[in-house]
Structures are given as structure tokens and as C-alpha cells.
Nanobody, 124 residues
Framework: QVQLIESGGGLVHAGGSLRLSCAAS????????MAWFRQAPGKERQFTAT????????IYADAVKGRFTISRDIAKNTVYLQMNSLKPEDTAVYYC?????????????????WGQGTQVTVSS
């Protein structure tokens, strides 16, 4: 069992920045690929970014490429999502997820463990 706890969400003006954190516990953190997904009101959960077990490979959704950066600190069992140049359309609940797959997993069904989510609201 893996427990994931997100933090760092909040309200920010367009053009601003936020850093989300996801603290993992319960299993060996370095065995898991980590990802961020987001879900806006009335919409399906969408892939945002993922990082490999070693941290040397990342994949981003086109909508956030060049603005968001995913990273992980294995010593702290934590994955981060640095979000810059935020837009109102980035408003969503952001979820952290983990999987043991080694492939570039961008589908939510490939992830086994999920956090409770953290709200990000970007005002125009």
C-alpha cells in the first residue's frame, strides 16, 4: 500500500506560480513512477506530467509543456510539480498518482495509488 498526500494548492492570479508537493509513504518510493493528473469541474481527469522511477525521464501534456516541471526527491519521498505562467484554464483539482510500471504511463488506469487532491484556482 502506498499513501500519497498532496499539498501546495491555492488561489493565484494568471501569470503566477505555484509548487505542488506529494509526499509518499508505505513502500519504496524509488520503485514507483509518479505522475500528476488534474480534473476541472465537469471534465474528465487529465494527464498532466509523469516522471520515471530514476527521475531521468519526464513526459508532459501539451497543454503544460514549457510551463510546468515535474521532479522528485528520492531522499524525501516527494514528487513536485512546479507550475509557472499559470492560466485560468489550469484551474482544477490536482492529483498525485503512482505506479510500478516502467513504461511512459499517461493513462490514469495505469496508476494504482492516488492522493486526495489539492485545489488550484487561477483567477484572470
Amino acid at each position: 500500500q502506498v499513501q500519497l498526500i498532496e499539498s501546495g494548492g491555492g488561489l493565484v492570479h494568471a501569470g503566477g506560480s505555484l509548487r505542488l508537493s506529494c509526499a509518499a509513504s508505505g513502500r519504496t518510493f524509488s520503485n514507483y513512477r509518479m505522475a500528476w493528473f488534474r480534473q476541472a469541474p465537469g471534465k474528465e481527469r487529465q494527464f498532466t506530467a509523469t516522471i520515471s522511477q530514476s527521475g531521468d525521464s519526464t513526459i508532459y501534456a501539451d497543454a503544460v509543456k514549457g510551463r510546468f516541471t515535474i521532479s522528485r526527491d528520492i531522499a524525501k519521498n516527494t514528487v513536485y510539480l512546479q507550475m509557472n505562467s499559470l492560466k485560468p484554464e489550469d484551474t482544477a483539482v490536482y492529483y498525485c498518482a503512482s505506479t510500478q510500471t516502467t513504461s511512459g504511463a499517461t493513462w490514469s488506469t495505469m496508476y494504482d495509488y492516488w492522493g486526495q487532491g489539492t485545489q488550484v484556482t487561477v483567477s484572470s
